[in-house]
């Protein structure tokens, strides 16, 4: 039986709250963190919408405060240039490319949890008792099974993984923080998925009883919080969104491609990014990809 910090009831009182309480709220996580680590901390800075509102926040409070940010290489044009607008901020690179990636491990296409699901299934390594509990859930429930409507992949002509996360932004931040020490506040939102309600739901803002501990200052706000913050404060934020664009992590990620509008990521390739369209499809074979999942790509 999992023990919670935070009563799934109060998350939503939280999440209900308007927009002023929620900001005196995650001003006081900022605070318990920064003191919590004696100031040894940074943000965790992707170019998006929460990243840019959460480094606002903690920056009114504690100007000093570094901004991290992992160029993977693969990143819209607009991304790398609003970063470089932002000061004191510490880009990171990785080692791997994300084509050797795709290559070696596979793609990562719907989330991170299906994607993880799915390589355990493709992998000839992985026991018949793991292979069951992925598929039919076990005695304790249901929790890491995967969805029927996805059983569909486990047969794709390709591999699918998370890998390219761990490997291109993941490795990168833990090297930075063994490096400096420093402990993160990062813009994550419990409402984006059931991972993160449930670390929420676990842990409170301030992850701090694990391997790599953080702090997630914004869980409770919702995104039109984000997007009335933005309108609030005049916060700037990158030209990708008036294009269409609901993200700004990689270009050629399908992470959440299922929940895309239309047109969707890669169909806004094309109309913005005709040469990223041509490769991504032709060089890194999403065009196969996007078939087998059954979404549109021109």
């Given at each position: 039986m999992v023990k919670w910090t935070i009563d799934p009831?109060?998350?939503?009182?939280?999440q209900n709250m308007p927009l002023g309480s929620k900001i005196d709220l995650t001003r006081e996580k900022i605070r318990d963190w920064y003191k919590l680590n004696d100031g040894n901390v940074y943000v965790a800075f992707s170019g998006g919408k929460d990243s840019t509102v959460l480094l606002h926040l903690v920056r009114d409070l504690y100007p000093e405060?570094?901004?991290?940010?992992?160029?993977?290489?693969?990143m819209y044009p607009e991304v790398a240039r609003f970063v470089r607008t932002i000061p004191n901020v510490h880009i990171l690179r990785p080692k791997a490319r994300f084509k050797d990636i795709i290559c070696k491990h596979g793609y990562p296409v719907i989330s991170k949890t299906v994607a993880s699901a799915i390589q355990q299934l493709q992998s000839p390594n992985t026991s018949e008792a793991q292979r069951k509990k992925i598929l039919y859930g076990d005695e304790?429930?249901?929790?890491?099974?995967?969805?029927?409507?996805?059983?569909f992949l486990i047969d794709a002509p390709f591999?699918?993984?998370?890998?390219?996360?761990?490997?291109?932004?993941?490795?990168?931040?833990?090297?930075?923080?063994?490096?400096?020490?420093?402990r993160p506040f990062v813009g994550l939102l419990a409402e984006e998925g059931h991972r993160r309600k449930f670390t929420?739901?676990?842990?409170?803002?301030?992850?701090?009883?694990i391997a790599d501990p953080y702090c997630m200052p914004l869980a409770f706000w919702t995104e039109s919080d984000i997007w009335n913050y933005i309108?609030?404060?005049?916060?700037?934020?990158?030209?990708?969104?008036?294009?269409?664009?609901?993200?700004?992590?990689?270009?050629?990620?399908?992470?959440?491609?299922?929940?895309?509008?239309?047109?969707?990521?890669?169909?806004?390739?094309?109309?913005?990014y005709p040469g990223l369209h041509r490769y991504c499809l032709t060089k890194l074979g999403l065009k196969e990809v996007m078939e087998y999942l059954g979404y549109p790509y021109e």
């Amino acid at each position: 039986m999992v023990k919670w910090t935070i009563d799934p009831k109060l998350l939503k009182q939280r999440q209900n709250m308007p927009l002023g309480s929620k900001i005196d709220l995650t001003r006081e996580k900022i605070r318990d963190w920064y003191k919590l680590n004696d100031g040894n901390v940074y943000v965790a800075f992707s170019g998006g919408k929460d990243s840019t509102v959460l480094l606002h926040l903690v920056r009114d409070l504690y100007p000093e405060v570094p901004a991290v940010f992992v160029n993977t290489g693969i990143m819209y044009p607009e991304v790398a240039r609003f970063v470089r607008t932002i000061p004191n901020v510490h880009i990171l690179r990785p080692k791997a490319r994300f084509k050797d990636i795709i290559c070696k491990h596979g793609y990562p296409v719907i989330s991170k949890t299906v994607a993880s699901a799915i390589q355990q299934l493709q992998s000839p390594n992985t026991s018949e008792a793991q292979r069951k509990k992925i598929l039919y859930g076990d005695e304790r429930g249901d929790f890491g099974k995967l969805p029927k409507k996805w059983h569909f992949l486990i047969d794709a002509p390709f591999k699918i993984s998370k890998y390219c996360s761990r490997a291109l932004r993941i490795y990168p931040f833990r090297k930075y923080r063994r490096a400096t020490k420093r402990r993160p506040f990062v813009g994550l939102l419990a409402e984006e998925g059931h991972r993160r309600k449930f670390t929420y739901l676990k842990h409170g803002c301030n992850v701090a009883d694990i391997a790599d501990p953080y702090c997630m200052p914004l869980a409770f706000w919702t995104e039109s919080d984000i997007w009335n913050y933005i309108n609030e404060f005049n916060v700037p934020i990158c030209d990708i969104y008036r294009r269409g664009f609901r993200r700004t992590g990689c270009a050629f990620c399908l992470f959440g491609i299922q929940h895309d509008p239309v047109p969707n990521r890669i169909q806004l390739l094309k109309k913005h990014y005709p040469g990223l369209h041509r490769y991504c499809l032709t060089k890194l074979g999403l065009k196969e990809v996007m078939e087998y999942l059954g979404y549109p790509y021109e």
